[in-house]
């Protein structure tokens, strides 16, 4: 689960974190309110989607020549226009796809006195089994390009579990990003309180792009971008109050209600697997003769029919889909549960487009048996390679 800037700065700040002074609007009305709140004179209107690369954005319905998604104002009635310009407009960055976001959100902040943009995240570091740090001098909107072009500027730092942030990283940490005199001090407070907030709320990544040193010495935490670890939201109700679900694939909502493993995709073939990794092959294969899946989605082993009926209408009602293929290896998963699943939906919702069958496993014989008698225009598939062939030449008319 992804949260805004705003929100995820004010969660950093009750841990300790220096972050600036800032208001979340939701209406150009409430802008006026918001900078007369702020010291001034520089004040900084951040468009509030889940999508970094804001700065660079573009919007959509204000032409070419328009400022981005995060502009700095030097009065308040700059800053107000700036509100009114952009709230309820489509922002496009480089993260958001040609389809960009609408922004329903400003965050009104307290502009710096930049002397230099710095980049830290802390993620899972699956290759060590570690949280770790990752630091760069060359912070601010190009991260990207640096990691691509100039990897040696990008610092690891693993963090030892028991041991926590310890002398010795904070002074690899603060070397990667050659920091002295209070700034240095200044890090090596904010480095633990980060690691702190990152394993107490079960965060699954941290970016802080910039990280900055002001021109007084001090640092600031100027960007955030914070996704936590979905299976762990059971114990952080604070953490799921933030979650804006405007900023969400609707269907990926719905699928999550019946926990489902569903992500939407942009291709026309719907998927409907058991297991996470047929899941992958499935897509797989179905690229391979050349279609694109619409989504991945995994039912899991111990669904019964109505969570399988409920994948089945989710994936139904996705308007990009033109044909759908059932791949399903029974092993917890009970081969006819998936057929009267899929039955029980249909009936419900109707079925407009091909729909291909592969069955295999427990209480296989049972399952083509309800799906013959059923009455749906199904095509039965031998095997995975079959699956895919059908669907695809299916579509292709
Ligand atoms: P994004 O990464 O989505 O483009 P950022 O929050 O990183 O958004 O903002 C982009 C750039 O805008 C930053 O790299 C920084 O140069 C500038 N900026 C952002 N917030 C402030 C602020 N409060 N004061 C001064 N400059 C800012
Ligand atoms: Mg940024």
Known sequence: MNIHEYQAKALLKSFGAPVAEGVAI?????????????????????????????????????????????RLAFSIEEAKAHAKEMLGHTLVTAQTGPAGKQVNRLYIEDGADIDRELYLSLLVDRSVGQVAFVVSTEGGMDIEAVAHDTPEKIVN?????????????????????????????????????????????????????????MKNGRMRVLDAKVSFDGNALFRHDD????????????????????????????????????????????????????KEPANFCDVGGGAGKEKVAAAFKIITADPKVEGILVNIFGGIMKCDVIAEGVVAAVQEVGLKVPLVVRLEGTNVELGKKILNESGLAITAADDLDDAAKKIVAAING
Request: net charge negative.
């Open 26 to 70: 939701f209406s150009a009305d409430e802008a006026e309110a918001a900078a007369k709140s702020l010291p001034g004179p520089l004040y900084v209107v951040k468009s509030q989607i889940h999508a970094g690369g804001r700065g660079k954005g573009k919007f959509k319905e204000l032409g070419p020549d328009a400022k981005g998604g995060v």
């Open 157 to 213: 730092v693993a963090i030892n579990p028991e041991a926590g942030v310890t002398a010795d990283d904070l002074a690899k940490l603060t070397a990667a990003l050659k920091l002295d005199g209070e700034a240095k001090a200044d890090a090596e407070k904010l480095f633990p309180i980060l690691y702190k907030a990152f394993v107490e709320k079960d965060m699954s990544l941290l970016e802080i792009n910039p990280l900055i040193v």
């Open 239 to 290: 953490i799921k109050a933030l979650r804006d679900e405007t900023e969400e694939d609707a269907k990926e909502i719905e699928a999550s209600k019946w926990d489902l493993a569903y992500v939407a995709l942009d291709g026309n073939i719907g998927c409907m697997v058991n297991g996470a990794g047929l899941a992958m092959a499935t897509m797989d294969i179905i690229k391979l003769y050349g």
